[in-house]
């Protein structure tokens, strides 16, 4: 069965950083592009990255351009995303999340748990 097991979050201060780790298995990692959405307490699904299947091409939400960096390693089946310079508007719960190929638009088949970030003084 498809899994994703989020990790790597925590409790930093603004300005801080934090590398989130999601660990894929029970599908071919490689043949699928994978995003990074996120939900701050109250309110919506935030898309926040997503990264093509051979990691060659990412995209970024406004608020994550120029502080977030998504990434994968094929060998690990594992994705990545390196989270720099973080504000308290980013805290939130980060998941891992599989794009549905049947499906325009943002749109996800699986899903991890998710891990906590949260940014506080």
């Known amino acids: 069965e498809v899994q994703l097991v989020e990790s790597g979050g925590g409790l930093v201060q603004p300005g801080g950083s934090l590398r989130l780790s999601c660990a894929a298995s029970?599908?071919?990692?490689?043949?699928?592009?994978m995003s990074w959405v996120r939900q701050a307490p109250g309110k919506g699904l935030e898309w926040v990255s997503t990264i093509n299947r051979g990691g060659g091409s990412t995209t970024y939400a406004d608020s994550a351009k120029g502080r977030f960096t998504i990434s994968r390693d094929t060998a690990k089946n594992t994705l990545y995303l390196q989270l720099n310079s973080l504000k308290a508007e980013d805290t939130a719960v980060y998941y891992c999340?599989?794009?549905?190929?049947?499906?325009?638009?943002?749109?996800?088949?699986?899903w991890g748990q998710g891990t906590q970030v949260t940014v506080s003084s």
């Open positions: 029970g599908f071919t990692f490689s043949n699928y592009a």
């Open positions: 999340a599989r794009p549905d190929i049947l499906r325009q638009g943002q749109a996800y088949d699986y």
